[in-house]
């Protein structure tokens, strides 16, 4: 079954401070991985989409890494801003016979404060 | 200008009833998604579209019936809706293809009681 797993689930840090977010997974056949942020009341926005040949790959303050063999993905958030409260979800796709099926991580809820 | 629009934001309704969600998008897409996210914050993909056609249809009660009259436009509709139908529903749409970015609507917010 393929599944997407994050942690932490939330997170509190200091405005200016870096953090980390994990993301786990075990989907297959791998087609890519993707990273969003979805503030609260919204629709998830794309930060970053990695194929299985990358391993790292910015956006602006956001960088992603993807150990395909480990199956682990991670979010980095440099000089975190008040803007950057939200939920992160990490979203793997499959490559099936109709085309690709994402499934979606259960998010990591990040709260910046001043 | 909105990319990826929804109506309504926000539909409370009682059991039993009917209802449907609109979903627009004017980026040129030629597929579409309907998501559901519940109460802890899963997102699941429900259908997929592609130039009119379904292509993907996971485990979703037949209640749910999606209609896709044109590229531009998927909505969804249900019937007799039941208290674990609500959750937040989002679209959305992206070119085909494997690394496409998918852009999502602002979601809708269905209340049943």
């Known amino acids: 079954k393929n599944q997407v797993e994050q942690s932490p689930q939330s997170l509190i840090i200091l405005e200016g401070k870096n953090c980390t977010l994990q993301?786990?997974?075990?989907?297959?056949?791998?087609?890519?991985l993707r990273w969003y942020k979805q503030d609260t009341g919204r629709g998830p926005v794309s930060l970053t989409i990695?194929?299985?040949?990358?391993n790292t790959k910015s956006n602006g303050r956001y960088t992603a890494t993807l150990d395909a063999d480990t199956k682990q993905s991670s979010l980095h958030i440099t000089a975190s801003q008040l803007s950057d409260s939200a939920s992160y979800i990490c979203v793997v796709s499959a490559r099936i016979a109709a085309g690709n099926k994402l499934t979606f991580g259960g998010g990591t809820r990040v709260l910046v404060k001043p | 200008d909105t990319a990826v629009s929804q109506t309504p934001k926000y539909l409370v309704t009682q059991m039993g009833n009917d209802k449907s969600i609109k979903c627009e998008q004017n980026?040129?897409?030629?597929?579409m998604y309907w998501y559901k996210q519940d109460s802890k914050k899963f997102l699941k993909i429900m259908f997929s579209y592609n130039n009119k056609e379904l292509i993907i249809n996971e485990t979703v009660p037949n209640r749910f019936s999606p209609k896709s009259p044109d590229k531009a436009h998927l909505n969804l509709h249900i019937n007799s809706l039941e208290l674990g139908d609500s959750a937040v529903y989002f679209c959305?749409?992206?070119?085909?293809?494997?690394?496409?970015?998918?852009?999502f609507g602002p979601g809708t917010r269905l209340t049943v009681t």
């Open positions: 993301c786990n997974y075990t989907v297959s056949p791998f087609s890519n």
């Open positions: 990695m194929t299985f040949s990358e």
């Open positions: 980026l040129g897409h030629d597929t």
């Open positions: 959305a749409s992206s070119l085909t293809g494997p690394a496409y970015e998918q852009y």
